[in-house]
């Protein structure tokens, strides 16, 4: 076995395969990535960050272009008691980019209330000032589905509650009313 090892012959085929698997591996990377979904950064970066993003914005499946998230502040105030914590990330999948706010006390704490009692008092609060409710499509009337099952919409902005089944963290999604409400 020794003397295998130290034949030459044996040397270039091993580095031979150790050269072929890291071009193949790399490759498979390379391909991967050019599937992956571009993520928009935040605005103020550099000129590094300004090409990253152009680049994203051109490359989407069907060639529309992504439009940035909306702000935090197009939901206007909280409800007393609540305060909007942004993420400060955008999410994008092809032409689609929202952003997660999460719900929580006055002072950032974590609210004593059921994740949907939450968020639903954030959506009668928008309701009270001037956001629409839109339905799915299976339901009729605002009757038929419960209050934090629908999308709110200000004619420009879409919000939907995007919190996690058992997740204790109430979670807001804000995205254009461009992209598809269901």
């Excluded at 272009?65 to 197009?74: L, R, Y």
């Excluded at 934090?148 to 996690?164: E, H, K, M």
Aim: aromatic share 4%; glycine share 14%.
């Amino acid at each position: 076995m020794m003397a295998l090892l130290r034949s030459r012959k044996t040397m270039f085929v091993l580095v031979g395969l150790v050269v072929v698997g890291l071009v193949i591996s790399g490759a498979i990377g390379l391909f991967q990535s050019f599937n992956a979904a571009p993520v928009a950064g935040p605005e103020g970066q550099g000129q590094q960050g300004q090409g990253e993003q152009g680049q994203g914005q051109q490359g989407s499946p069907d060639g529309q272009q992504q439009e940035p998230p909306p702000e935090v502040d197009v939901l206007g105030s909280p409800p007393s008691g609540f305060t909007y914590v942004d993420q400060d990330e955008a999410h994008c999948n092809g032409s689609i980019c929202f952003r997660l706010i999460l719900v929580a006390g006055e002072d950032g704490e974590e609210l004593d209330m059921e994740t949907d009692e939450a968020v639903g008092t954030v959506y009668e609060h928008l309701l009270a000032n001037g956001w629409n409710q839109e339905l799915p499509p299976e339901a009729d009337s605002p009757d038929d589905i419960a209050l934090t099952d629908s999308v709110l919409t200000d004619g420009d902005i879409l919000v939907a509650d995007s919190s996690s089944p058992g997740d204790s963290i109430p979670v807001i999604m804000l995205g254009n009313a461009g992209m598809p409400a269901y």
